[in-house]
């Protein structure tokens, strides 16, 4: 009889991924986010969140599952549940990468879990611990690629995903009976693919039991499953009909090169990668960078690179700039408007109203899967209708909402090349449309719980 548990508490039918895996008394968990739902968010900037009852909040508004063993007794407060000094079990969390529908809620954990991240996320996290965007509560344990960690009878070894979020991190777990696969958010159009695919045959050489593996463009509505690749003809060159991150640069170089329009850049603070690529776009067009101090401090302390600062008035304001201040030249808002084909300008939405003192300026808009991230959001046509207000060009792509996700016949290529003996699609509202073939493809439901026995998903009551 198997001893290897696997329960789906949250992310077979969308977002906010929390899994686990148990052997005996030792249990991982991987991610431990809440779902991205702007139009359900309850904490819209009006409603205040109850710092003393943050974790029973939480857990009675669904933004995390009820878990047992994680969570201190006196955070629990009235909640009938096991606390985690309650609890037998040995267990750790994994966190795949630090957007938030993976992570938002590893701060209520009990300090005294062990949870991991890859070193990267990590520096990332003090980052945003300093600039004021995440609150510091526990430490963090590091992890690099195929390291293998134990947790007791349990192992984990961390494989590279091409993600624009730091450490993005894909697991495979073996305990004495089974070996399992969590892709965690991967892709293979991103400027790391062939280290992607790299590890992605790296982790087909074992003998995979159970894949479990991002599916968010299976939901997407941009792609058309009826004419998704065959496994045959699926290969790590097959992203001509999709946008890759290399086509996003290469088009605006192509279109600024001989053009004075100022470039005005929206991309989020956690996509460090995508901020050192647009860093790299501006030098090739002759041009500097120029970051929010916040975005400038991230990218200085994770990749080591100086771009320029915009001087708002409020830079001196920032604390966690004060060491590092002089390794960079700020760029007053002024200077861009005598010269607007010399930069590209970096703005957050929170910041938008800084855009009104370029108002005599031409420039093009590149939301670059920065916050607001989806059309249907209210603030996302607030941004639109600003950047229309001021006569600019609005400028997004296609695949917009899965940029950071496997395309589906990358997906089919993937699954066909671990041929693991069972796959459950996660992260998507329609896991039943991942093509699976020479698989078992398991359909679980929020709070289903599985023994795992010769690759088999037995639903257990």
Request: glycine letters at 4%; one cysteine or more.
């Amino acid at each position: 009889m198997s001893d290897t548990r696997v329960k789906f508490y949250k992310g077979t039918h969308g977002m906010g991924i929390v899994i686990s895996v148990t052997y005996e008394n030792d249990r991982i968990i991987f991610d431990f986010g809440a779902p991205f739902e702007p139009e359900n968010e309850i904490y819209d900037g009006y409603v205040l969140k109850r710092e003393e009852n943050r974790v029973k909040d939480a857990l009675l508004l669904g933004k995390i599952p009820m878990v047992p063993g994680v969570f201190k007794k006196k955070d629990l407060k009235d909640i009938e549940l096991v606390s985690s000094e309650e609890s037998d079990i040995n267990t750790a969390v994994f966190i795949n990468h630090l957007h938030l529908d993976h992570c938002s809620e590893m701060d209520k954990v009990d300090p005294q879990i062990p949870v991991y991240i890859h070193s990267d996320g990590i520096k990332l996290q003090k980052c945003l611990e300093a600039i004021g965007e995440e609150t510091h509560r526990r430490e963090y344990q590091p992890y690099l690629y195929h390291d293998i960690i134990q947790v007791g009878q349990i192992s984990v070894q961390p494989f590279f995903s091409d993600h624009p979020c730091p450490g993005a991190s894909g697991f495979l777990i073996t305990t004495p009976d089974s070996t399992i696969y969590y892709s965690g958010d991967i892709r293979f159009h991103g400027m790391n693919s062939q280290k992607a695919f790299e590890d992605l045959y790296k982790v087909a050489e074992n003998n995979i039991d159970l894949l479990i593996v991002d599916s968010t463009t299976t939901s997407a509505s941009e792609f058309n499953l009826n004419v998704t690749d065959t496994a045959e003809n699926s290969s790590n060159d097959q992203t001509q009909s999709y946008v890759t991150e290399e086509m996003i640069y290469n088009s605006i170089y192509a279109k600024h090169k001989k053009d004075d329009r100022l470039i005005v850049v929206n991309e989020y603070n956690r996509d460090v990668d995508m901020m050192l690529h647009i860093y790299q776009l501006a030098q090739y067009l002759s041009r500097k960078a120029v970051f929010e101090a916040s975005y400038a401090y991230i990218l200085y302390q994770l990749k080591g690179v100086k771009v320029c600062i915009l001087n708002d008035g409020k830079t001196a304001e920032n604390s966690y700039l004060r060491e590092c201040a002089a390794e960079f030249e700020f760029v007053d808002t002024e200077e861009i408007r005598k010269h607007p084909e010399n930069y590209i300008l970096q703005n957050s939405y929170e910041n938008i109203l800084n855009l009104i003192d370029l108002d005599s300026v031409r420039a093009s808009y590149y939301h670059l899967f920065g916050e607001p991230l989806v059309p249907q959001d209210k603030h996302y046509k607030i941004m639109r209708n600003m950047v229309e207000k001021l006569g600019w060009e609005f400028v997004t792509y296609s695949n917009l909402y899965s940029f950071s996700h496997a395309y589906p016949n990358h997906l089919s290529y993937m699954v066909e090349r671990i041929q693991a003996k069972s796959v459950v699609a996660v992260h998507s509202k329609h896991p039943e449309n991942l093509v699976v073939r020479n698989s078992h493809h398991i359909l679980p439901t929020d709070g289903d719980e599985y023994l795992l026995k010769n690759g088999e998903l037995i639903r257990m009551d």
